[in-house]
């Protein structure tokens, strides 16, 4: 029997992870089919009670769904309930399993973006999501000491250092209000910056001035793609990485906890580019506009499940161990 492996999110008509992984199956004889499925939030509980089913072998999880699909599951990998968002789920006869490689995945954009040099101490960061998550903790287990987060909803990015209060108890971790002054002031003492937002994705526009930057950054941006910030951050003399690399291995990772075998990554990055070519690009990012409005008028109920999972899921998380163009993204 063909064993199924979705993408579940709302859209998903812009992925790259179906080319990605649909080639790795393919080349390992691996009798599984990648298929997109686009579900809308109140659609998601009977999207997730179908992956129970035999046929699964698991899915993958990407916006707006990373933090609404936590109480769903029946167990959260240590990744997934420090983070409190899940972007790759594997089955265990009917129980699911809620990981999140985008943590791992972020790691390796943040280490090669770094390159030789010591590892900086301070980052800020755009954007409050799921793949805003995954970098934030990605920081804090890095031994980073001061982490100042900016979204454009507020209440978005303290809920999400709330989140992370406990973990973060040793050091600087702030939201503060997105206005290009305080922006700009706080770019003016860091080394990292991180756009974990969808802007760029669709148009030609840069979360931030371009004067807010300076050489001496290190420029991530989670769009698999040369977003207008990456090529202001460039012509100021930064270092700059898109969102390929976390893409990649977060998909890699996937790969192998669905199949138990290392995943091909020269095949799995060719196909990448492949469909970058293509013009196929994706965030993994924080909605923005009207799709912005929209999550958060389902946030509240959102936040009270992500919080009864972190009561309920602790001791289960002990018990353990997804865009297209986008970092971190399926």
């Known amino acids: 029997m063909t064993k199924r492996v ?9 992925s790259l992870s179906g080319a990605m992984q649909q080639a790795a199956f393919d080349s390992l004889g691996i009798d599984a089919k990648y298929e997109l499925w686009d579900r809308s939030p109140m659609a998601l509980a009977d999207a997730i009670a179908e992956l129970r089913g035999d046929d699964f072998l698991g899915a993958n999880v990407t916006i707006p769904h990373k933090e609404r699909v936590v109480p769903m599951v029946d167990r959260l990998t240590d990744d997934a309930h420090l983070t409190g968002a899940v972007n790759t789920l594997t089955r265990e006869g009917k129980r699911l399993i809620g990981h999140n490689t985008d943590v791992p995945g972020f790691k390796v954009a943040l280490d090669k973006l770094v390159g030789k040099q010591k590892m900086p101490r301070h ?17 804090i287990t890095e031994g980073f000491q001061r982490i100042i987060v ?8 303290e809920g999400m250092v709330k989140h992370f209060g406990r973990s973060a108890a040793h050091m600087e971790l702030r939201a503060m209000p997105w206005h290009d002054s305080i922006i700009e002031s706080e770019l ?4 990292v910056l991180v756009n974990a937002t969808s802007i760029g994705l669709t148009t ?8 807010t930057l300076h ?11 040369k977003t207008r910030l990456l090529r202001d951050a460039a012509a100021a003399g930064a270092t700059v990485a898109d969102g390929e690399l976390m893409l990649l291995h977060q998909g890699a990772a996937a790969f192998t906890l669905w199949t138990g075998q290392p995943a091909p990554l020269d095949l799995m990055q060719q196909k990448l580019g492949e469909a970058r070519a293509g013009g196929l690009r994706s965030a993994e ?8 409005d929209n999550a958060d008028a389902g946030e509240a109920s959102g936040a009270a499940d992500v919080a009864g999972a972190d009561a309920t899921d602790a001791t289960d998380a002990s018990d353990a161990a997804d ?3 986008a970092a971190g993204a399926e």
Do not use: Q
């Not at 960061?125 to 805003?132: H, N, P, T």
């Not at 001496?216 to 793609?225: E, G, N, P, S, W």
């Open 150 to 157: 900016f979204n454009r909803h507020l209440h978005r990015a």
């Open 188 to 191: 003016a003492r860091t080394k």
């Open 6 to 14: 979705v993408l579940i999110g709302h859209p998903v008509a812009h």
């Open 215 to 225: 050489g001496d950054l290190l420029v991530l941006d989670l769009i698999y793609a």
């Open 323 to 325: 865009p297209v163009v």
């Open 285 to 292: 990012g924080e909605p923005t506009g009207v799709a912005a």
């Open 123 to 139: 980052a800020v960061v755009l954007g409050a999501g799921g793949g805003a998550r995954a970098v934030v903790y990605g920081l």
């Open 204 to 211: 030609d526009e840069s979360p931030i001035p371009a004067e």
